[in-house]
Nanobody, 123 residues
Framework: VQLQAFGGGLVQAGDSLRLSCVVSGHLFSPYGMGWFRQAPGTEREFVAFITWSAGTTAYAGSVKGRATVSRDYAKNTVYLQMNSLKPEDTAVYYC?????????????????WGQGTLVTVSS
C-alpha cells in the first residue's frame, strides 16, 4: 500500500488550496483516511478524517468551516480542500489510512502514511 500526497505550495493568506492523496495497493476494508499536519518544532496534529465507504467526516476545531475532506472512488483519491488559509496553517500535510474502529485523532491510530506535502501561507 502506498499513499502519495501532493498539491501543496506557497499561497497568500485568504487563498484556497486543494491537497490530494492517491492510494495505490489494496487497503483492508472498511477503512478511513486522515489528514494530519506538522509545523516545524511541533507534533503532528489531526486535521480531518473521512470514512472511505460512507463518507462520514470529522474535522479539527482549528480548520472546521474552512476545510472539506472528500474522496473519489474512481480515482482512489482523497482530497482536502482548505479555504481562507492563514499563516498558522503553514505545515507539512500528511495523509494516512487506518482500519475503521477506535479513534482517528492520533497519528498512532494509523497504519499507512504518505510522504507529506508542504503548505506555506504567507501573510
Amino acid at each position: 500500500v502506498q499513499l502519495q500526497a501532493f498539491g501543496g505550495g506557497l499561497v497568500q493568506a485568504g487563498d484556497s488550496l486543494r491537497l490530494s492523496c492517491v492510494v495505490s495497493g489494496h487497503l483492508f476494508s472498511p477503512y478511513g483516511m486522515g489528514w494530519f499536519r506538522q509545523a516545524p518544532g511541533t507534533e503532528r496534529e489531526f486535521v480531518a478524517f473521512i470514512t472511505w465507504s460512507a463518507g462520514t467526516t470529522a474535522y479539527a476545531g482549528s480548520v472546521k468551516g474552512r476545510a472539506t475532506v472528500s474522496r473519489d472512488y474512481a480515482k482512489n483519491t482523497v482530497y482536502l480542500q482548505m479555504n481562507s488559509l492563514k499563516p498558522e496553517d503553514t505545515a507539512v500535510y500528511y495523509c494516512a489510512a487506518k482500519r475503521l474502529g477506535g479513534t482517528w485523532l492520533s497519528p498512532n491510530d494509523y497504519d499507512y502514511w504518505g510522504q507529506g506535502t508542504l503548505v506555506t501561507v504567507s501573510s
